[in-house]
């Protein structure tokens, strides 16, 4: 590695706050001292919050991402011969679609290495819902996890410390510091991890609405335009499906009831929101892995192996793979974890549902405890709402909106929150599709 030039910190940090672009060296400088920790906390916090306010040029943020990929261990896959394509999600209350997604595209032949992150907030994580699984282990070493994505065509593991450090340290200053909000620095966070799987292209899941990060397109379509920046810098391309973000995906929240509808869509039937976001999703990474002709005839193959059974198949050998009990797929009811109590919601006046707040049935699952307020708290994978109602129906009072699965824990408050989630009016306008664009 060539040598680093001797930086004075602060002089870095002028010339950001001053609207000047740093150089290459001047920038993997920085990120080698956030990294090493010879940079103090309030030095980096400075930069970040020049960051936050001058934004990063193009090369700039071409540069400062890799620097935080390279900052850890960068996985080599490149003795599996088969395309390696991923999915990023940017965080959706409901977003399951990696659990369907995952096998289907390695059923169809495109190799799928997941490393995921846990959930914290509102929005579930990959791995909470997977460990509600009896036995699934995300903690598998990069031995097996390169074998599994080799025989199997996928391997789910969580991230370890030695990917990206840059980035731990960089989120945790940001948490802290009011900078979490930045289009540069969460491009390069997700980028810096996503890039050391040792893929070939990207998928990214660009959500968009009141659940969200990006509240509106306009935000969303600059995130994804800064992510596709470092994907093209690093010749791995990205391809940027924006999604609808308002209502919550599918019909549940909560960790093991997400598996379960999962499975739904992996054996063919499941809302047909989730089946949609997995096939479109899906035909985009086999596009991008070169095993589909267009994005359309990658999204028959999904739906092919959706419906044939070949897509669980794989599920169930991932299952088993990683240690858990590949029952669940045959029989999703008696492997689950199921939750101690249930209580029916129902609504207290008539009309038609104009909206169904996903961010407040978000907070309602965190409440019952389906997701973290601190990164140390436990998750219990049986508790979550089940909706009952859609965008569009016509309710009484009496009638059930959501069932509640809960253990004794937070009830209160979640009924009033998925009261108040579920907005009743004389009319509502029905979406047709979550696919709002598509950026290649
Ligand atoms: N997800 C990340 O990994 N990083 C961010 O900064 C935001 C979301």
């Given at each position: 590695?060539?040598?680093?030039?001797?930086?004075?910190?602060?002089?870095?940090?002028?010339?950001?706050?001053?609207?000047?672009?740093?150089?290459?060296?001047?920038?993997?400088?920085?990120?080698?001292?956030?990294?090493?920790?010879?940079i103090?906390?309030?030095?980096?916090?400075?930069?970040?919050?020049?960051?936050?306010?001058?934004?990063?040029?193009?090369?700039?943020?071409?540069?400062?991402?890799?620097?935080?990929?390279?900052?850890?261990?960068?996985?080599?896959?490149?003795?599996?011969?088969?395309?390696?394509?991923?999915?990023?999600?940017?965080?959706g209350?409901?977003d399951?679609?990696?659990?369907?997604?995952?096998?289907?595209?390695?059923?169809?032949?495109?190799?799928?290495?997941?490393?995921?992150?846990?959930?914290?907030?509102?929005?579930?994580?990959?791995?909470?819902?997977?460990?509600?699984?009896?036995?699934?282990?995300?903690?598998?070493?990069?031995?097996?996890?390169?074998?599994?994505?080799d025989?199997?065509?996928?391997?789910?593991?969580?991230?370890?410390?030695k990917?990206?450090?840059?980035?731990?340290?960089?989120?945790?200053?940001?948490d802290?510091?009011?900078?979490?909000?930045?289009?540069?620095?969460?491009a390069?966070?997700?980028?810096?991890?996503?890039l050391?799987?040792?893929?070939?292209?990207?998928?990214?899941?660009?959500?968009?609405?009141?659940?969200?990060?990006?509240?509106?397109i306009?935000?969303?379509?600059?995130?994804?335009?800064?992510?596709q920046?470092?994907?093209?810098?690093?010749?791995k391309?990205?391809?940027?499906?924006?999604?609808?973000?308002n209502?919550?995906?599918?019909?549940?929240v909560?960790?093991?009831?997400?598996?379960a509808?999962?499975?739904?869509?992996?054996k063919g039937?499941?809302?047909?929101?989730?089946?949609?976001?997995?096939?479109?999703?899906?035909?985009?990474?086999?596009?991008?892995?070169?095993?589909?002709?267009?994005?359309?005839?990658g999204?028959?193959?999904?739906?092919?192996?959706?419906?044939?059974g070949?897509?669980?198949?794989v599920?169930?050998?991932?299952?088993?793979?990683?240690?858990?009990?590949?029952?669940?797929?045959?029989?999703?009811?008696?492997?689950?974890p199921?939750?101690?109590?249930k209580?029916?919601?129902?609504?207290?006046?008539?009309?038609v549902?104009?909206?169904i707040?996903?961010?407040?049935?978000?907070?309602?699952?965190?409440?019952?405890?389906?997701?973290?307020k601190?990164?140390?708290?436990?998750?219990?994978?049986?508790?979550?709402?089940?909706l009952?109602?859609?965008?569009?129906?016509?309710?009484?009072?009496?009638t059930?909106?959501?069932?509640?699965?809960?253990?004794?824990?937070g009830?209160?408050?979640?009924?009033?929150?998925?009261?108040?989630?579920f907005?009743?009016?004389?009319?509502?306008?029905?979406?047709t599709?979550?696919?709002?664009?598509?950026?290649r």
């Amino acid at each position: 590695m060539a040598t680093l030039p001797q930086i004075l910190p602060q002089a870095l940090i002028r010339k950001k706050r001053n609207g000047e672009a740093l150089s290459p060296d001047e920038l993997r400088a920085f990120v080698a001292g956030v990294t090493d920790a010879s940079i103090p906390d309030y030095q980096v916090s400075a930069m970040l919050m020049a960051i936050y306010f001058r934004g990063l040029q193009d090369e700039e943020l071409a540069v400062w991402a890799d620097a935080m990929l390279h900052s850890g261990d960068v996985l080599d896959l490149s003795s599996i011969s088969r395309a390696k394509v991923d999915k990023h999600s940017t965080g959706g209350v409901g977003d399951k679609i990696s659990l369907p997604l995952a096998p289907a595209v390695a059923a169809c032949g495109v190799a799928v290495p997941m490393v995921s992150g846990r959930g914290l907030g509102h929005t579930g994580g990959t791995l909470d819902k997977l460990e509600s699984i009896p036995g699934f282990s995300v903690n598998l070493d990069i031995e097996r996890f390169t074998e599994l994505v080799d025989t199997l065509g996928v391997c789910l593991i969580g991230q370890t410390a030695k990917i990206a450090p840059a980035d731990k340290r960089l989120y945790a200053l940001r948490d802290v510091t009011a900078t979490v909000e930045s289009v540069p620095l969460i491009a390069s966070s997700i980028m810096s991890k996503k890039l050391a799987e040792g893929i070939d292209a990207l998928v990214l899941d660009c959500k968009v609405g009141h659940g969200a990060f990006m509240k509106t397109i306009e935000e969303a379509r600059e995130l994804a335009k800064a992510i596709q920046t470092i994907g093209r810098a690093a010749g791995k391309p990205v391809t940027a499906v924006l999604t609808d973000m308002n209502a919550p995906i599918g019909t549940m929240v909560g960790n093991a009831l997400e598996v379960a509808e999962s499975i739904a869509v992996l054996k063919g039937s499941g809302p047909a929101d989730t089946r949609e976001l997995t096939v479109v999703l899906g035909g985009e990474m086999l596009y991008a892995g070169n095993v589909a002709s267009s994005p359309e005839a990658g999204q028959k193959q999904i739906e092919a192996v959706l419906d044939n059974g070949k897509a669980a198949e794989v599920f169930a050998k991932l299952i088993e793979a990683q240690g858990g009990d590949p029952n669940v797929v045959e029989s999703p009811d008696s492997v689950l974890p199921k939750s101690r109590a249930k209580y029916d919601l129902v609504a207290k006046e008539s009309g038609v549902i104009s909206r169904i707040e996903a961010q407040e049935i978000g907070v309602a699952g965190l409440w019952l405890g389906a997701g973290r307020k601190r990164t140390k708290d436990e998750i219990d994978p049986a508790v979550g709402i089940e909706l009952h109602c859609n965008v569009g129906d016509k309710v009484d009072p009496g009638t059930v909106l959501a069932t509640l699965h809960h253990n004794e824990r937070g009830l209160s408050e979640a009924q009033d929150l998925i009261l108040n989630a579920f907005v009743v009016g004389e009319s509502a306008d029905v979406p047709t599709t979550r696919i709002l664009e598509i950026l290649r």
